[in-house]
């Protein structure tokens, strides 16, 4: 209905916005992930074929780190 009544530029309206307010939270989101995944390989370490129960915790909790961090930023 609103491609048809305001045309297709109407589709996009407020995107901009919307672009603007996600780059800050997916730039920090990226950059922790990466910094906390590294440090807990410490802990957990990386197994040779990446499939691993450990691996996958260890990036569970380092995107829950950086998940939470990146909205409280």
């Known amino acids: 209905r ?3 009544a305001e045309g297709l ?7 901009s916005a919307t672009i603007l307010h996600r780059m800050p939270y997916t730039a ?3 950059f922790i ?6 440090s807990l390989k410490a ?3 990386a ?3 990446g499939t ?3 691996d996958s915790l260890r990036r569970l909790v380092a995107g829950g780190m950086a998940g939470s961090l990146a909205c409280t930023a």
């Open 43 to 45: 802990v957990l370490p």
């Open 28 to 30: 920090t989101n990226f």
């Open 52 to 54: 691993s129960a450990t």
């Open 9 to 15: 530029r109407a589709l996009w309206r407020g995107n």
């Open 33 to 38: 992930y990466e910094k906390a995944n590294q």
């Open 2 to 4: 609103v491609a048809g």
């Open 47 to 49: 197994s040779t074929t």
